[in-house]
C-alpha cells in the first residue's frame, strides 16, 4: 500500500526511531537493560506505551514507578550507551519511508522531528545516509515539551518556514501522532502502512 502525501501538503516532517530508522528492537533492549541497571523493572508493555516519549520523561516515570531517585542525564546516558551497544555499527532503515524522503528531496522543505537526543539523531540519520536531505532536524535537546506535546513538530515546521497546516507527519507512535495532530499539522501513522 502505498504512503500517501497529501496535495495540499507544502512540507514533509519525519520521526526518526521506528519511521525511518529501524531502530525500535534495539531502543526496547536498550531500555530493559538500563532499568535492570537502575534497579527497575521495564516491561513490555511499559515500552510500547512511552514509545515516543524523550529519555528524560522515560526515566522521571521509571522514578515514580519505581519510587527511585534517577537523574534524569544519568538515565539517558546509560540508555544511549546500550543503545548503540545494542544496534551496532549499522542502522536499517524503514525503507518504505527513506526512499519516499529520497523521493521529495528538492521537491519539499523537510524535516525530522524526534524524541531522540541530538548526537544520537545524527548518528542514525549519517548512518543511513540521508542527514542532508533534511532542511530541519528538531531533536530532543532543542525543546523542553517532548512529544506528545506538539512543540518538537512546530518547531520544525518554524525552522522550515511553512505553517503548521501545511506540513505532513509521518509518525509510528501513539504520542507522536498526538503531538502532530496537536500541531493542526496532517499526520499520517505508517503503521497502517507497513
Given amino acids: ?45 511499559m515500552v510500547q506505551a512511552w514509545a515516543g516519549m524523550a529519555s528524560y520523561k522515560i526515566a522521571g516515570m521509571l522514578s515514580e514507578k519505581f519510587n527511585l531517585a534517577l537523574v ?32 521529495n528531496f528538492g521537491k519539499l522543505p523537510m524535516g525530522v522531528g524526534t524524541g531522540s537526543r541530538r548526537a544520537n539523531a545524527e548518528k542514525i540519520l ?24 506538539p512543540d518538537t513538530f512546530l518547531k520544525c515546521a518554524n525552522q522550515l518556514g511553512i505553517a503548521p497546516a501545511d506540513c505532513q507527519v509521518f509518525e509510528d507512535a501513539d504520542f507522536g501522532v498526538r503531538a502532530a495532530k496537536s500541531a493542526g499539522m496532517k499526520v499520517v501513522d505508517i503503521r497502517n502502512y507497513l
Fill in 1 to 45: 500500500m502505498l504512503i500517501p502525501i497529501y496535495p495540499s501538503s507544502k512540507a514533509l516532517i519525519f520521526d526518526l526511531d521506528g519511521t525511518l530508522a529501524d531502530t525500535m528492537p534495539a531502543h526496547r533492549a536498550a531500555w530493559v537493560k538500563t532499568a535492570a541497571f537502575f534497579g527497575a523493572e521495564m516491561t513490555e508493555e
Fill in 72 to 103: 534524569p542525564e544519568e538515565v539517558s546516558k546509560k540508555k544511549a550507551e546500550y543503545f548503540f551497544e545494542l544496534q551496532g555499527s549499522g542502522v536499517d532503515p524503514v525503507a518504505p519511508l527513506c526512499d519516499l524522503a529520497k523521493a
Fill in 126 to 149: 549519517s548512518s543511513l545516509g540521508i542527514r542532508e536531505i533534511f532542511d530541519s532536524l528538531v531533536t530532543a535537546d532543542d525543546v523542553i515539551n517532548h512529544k506528545p506535546s
